[in-house]
């Protein structure tokens, strides 16, 4: 270890000279260098024709987008224009047009008028739609501009005097097809805007043919509904750039000096503006022209000699925050950092131990609530983790309601079924069963082979328990039903069948360190697995106390008294009544 950790200090030591002394080297003399007059005009007719290139390109880059995004709407509007009206075509073309504006979300509604100027369709987000109507469409302005031309773009509008707005008509390739009209949100264009960044603030905006603002990167100022007195400096740079023909200095909306250039979008005739902040476009010049050549000789001294002090002093620190991040990424969450200075490298190294003091307990906690997870129901170890206490899950006695279930027939069906079919029909029979156990909050405590025992109002006390269990019942029921009568066209002979009852049990863990499950223990467990046993396909067995807590709410049928194993004296046993049909496929 001792000659690669040499050999790294070295490298370190060495990489952190270089990287200071350049860097504070360069900021000393390279503005110098521009320093003469002659040398400052130069640089400053280079950075201009660096910015026209770069602004224009962007603009040219941001106009094509904008173009693409209109063009790909009105492309999509062509296809809805492809076939003349016939009788009995109303639902083809609402299903048409619905598609369109599910793949087109800037569309925000969309109108189709036949060869006669009647209004067929009309699709809308935030009004009614509306089909058949025939209202006269021949007097709209989009009607008329699609008979001079195939495609018509109407003026930009203000959606309740905020959001632009813009109609789209296209017509069909003969006049009996009729037009297209969507209504376009151009907020949408937002996305192409806000992504353009020239340097560090620059930014771009759109105008339309009158100078309204359409898009800008501070929307709100877009939502102001085309406000005439906010848009006039961006009217006035617009105007400077044509005059100038390339780009132009003016003023934005706040008043900053900036350099701009701009591209027209056709067919829509609007204008896109791209610019950068003067003060951050001709920052090297200005500073350049701050300097003197005496200052280089001082600078570059001074930039050597800092280097090397700031290096030598931050190669140590540095050295340990690297060591403690290797032993932090290898698990070794206990490692702290020892520095003693109170600049910034000493409060990160108290960040960093304080972060691998939080790691070690957001670790423990982690695999904590994985050991519950994995031997305990989700509710259950979801419950210890919300409490941060495991007395929850102690031994006690309460009242249960208990659920036992399984599938009838399914041991034959095992033995002769190919072991892929016999997973199958597990995994589809528990994710049914597993996800109504959930639904109804009720914890899982075992897995049986093919059955299962739920419990009800433990750990997690719930209202009406009794009540609650017989939903669950019922909703196990309805949930594989459906799947035993596909079953049974597979020539599968499997049904499912549901004892329950409710009376004092003991519940907790039990089991040892490794391995622990929550249950419950007592006659009522007994007594509800022995009337799942006896359950047939379709029914749910109750006892008489549990009978009796749901009357009146529950229709049960009463099936006498039955000796069941495990018990001297007959038990009086329930059917519930189930109203819910089984789907047959």
């Not at 007059?37 to 640089?43: L, M, N, P, R």
């Not at 058949?132 to 031309?149: E, I, K, N």
């Not at 035993?484 to 039990?510: C, H, K, L, S």
């Amino acid at each position: 270890m001792g000659a690669p950790a040499r050999a790294g200090d070295h490298h370190l030591r060495g990489s952190l000279l270089r990287k200071y002394f350049l860097a504070l080297f360069a900021a000393a003399v390279v503005p110098l260098l521009g320093s003469g007059a002659t040398e400052a005009w130069f640089g400053y007719q280079d950075q201009r024709e660096r910015l026209d290139e770069l602004l224009g390109v962007e603009a040219r880059s941001a106009g094509s987008r904008i173009q693409s995004f209109i063009d790909g709407i009105r492309d999509q509007l062509g296809w809805m224009v492809q076939l003349p009206w016939e009788a009995g075509a109303e639902d083809r073309q609402r299903l048409d047009a619905l598609r369109l504006m599910r793949q087109v979300p800037a569309i925000v509604s969309l109108t189709l008028v036949d060869g006669a100027g009647k209004e067929r369709l009309s699709i809308s987000r935030v009004g009614l739609n509306q089909m058949g109507s025939l209202v006269d469409r021949s007097a709209d302005p989009a009607y008329a501009g699609t008979r001079m031309g195939r495609v018509w773009y109407g003026p930009v509008t203000y959606f309740r005097n905020s959001e632009p707005v813009m109609r789209i008509a296209v017509a069909g390739n003969r006049a009996i097809v009729g037009i297209a009209i969507a209504e376009i949100n151009l907020k949408l264009i937002w996305d192409v805007i806000s992504s353009i960044h020239v340097g560090g603030t620059g930014h771009a905006f759109v105008l339309d043919a009158e100078g309204r603002l359409i898009a800008h990167p501070d929307i709100s100022l877009v939502l102001r509904g085309g406000d005439a007195a906010a848009a006039r400096p961006l009217r006035m740079l617009r105007d400077a750039i044509r005059a100038e023909g390339g780009s132009a200095i003016g003023r934005d909306i706040s008043g900053a000096s900036l350099i701009a250039a701009m591209a027209v979008v056709p067919g829509v005739d609007w204008t896109v503006i791209v610019h950068q902040p003067l003060r951050e476009a001709f920052g090297p010049i200005d500073t350049a022209l701050r300097r003197t050549g005496a200052l280089l000789l001082l600078g570059s001294a001074f930039a050597g000699i800092l280097a090397f002090w700031l290096a030598r002093r931050m190669t140590g620190p540095i050295r340990q925050l690297e060591d403690g991040t290797e032993r932090i990424g290898a698990g070794h969450f206990e490692h702290r950092i020892a520095v003693s200075s109170a600049d910034e490298l000493g409060r990160l190294a108290q960040r960093f131990n304080a972060m691998a003091g939080e790691l070690a307990l957001s670790q423990e906690r982690q695999e904590r609530i994985a050991r519950l997870r994995r031997f305990l129901a989700p509710q259950v170890a979801e419950l210890v983790d919300r409490t941060g206490d495991d007395s929850v899950l102690e031994g006690r006695r309460v009242e249960v309601a208990v659920i036992f279930c399984d599938l009838r027939g399914f041991t034959p069906f095992s033995a002769k079924a190919a072991p892929e079919e016999v997973i199958h029909v597990l995994a589809t029979y528990f994710e049914a069963l597993g996800r109504v156990i959930t639904e109804h909050g009720a914890t899982l405590t075992q897995f049986t082979g093919d059955g299962l025992m739920v419990l009800v109002n433990a750990p997690v006390a719930c209202p009406e328990p009794s009540l609650t269990a017989m939903r669950l019942a019922i909703a196990m029921q309805d949930a594989v039903q459906p799947l035993v009568v596909e079953w049974r066209r597979r020539d599968y002979a499997i049904g499912f069948g549901v004892g329950a009852t409710m009376g004092p049990a003991t519940v907790g863990q039990i089991g040892y360190e490794n391995r622990l499950d929550y249950t419950a223990i007592g006659p009522v467990v007994n007594l509800a697995a022995r009337l799942c046993a006896a359950a047939e396909d379709a029914q749910i067995l109750i006892d008489a106390a549990l009978a009796g807590r749901i009357q009146d709410r529950i229709e049960t049928i009463p099936l006498g008294s039955r000796v069941l194993k495990g018990f001297d004296a007959g038990i009086e046993i329930y059917s519930l009544v189930r109203r819910t049909p089984v789907a047959a496929g």
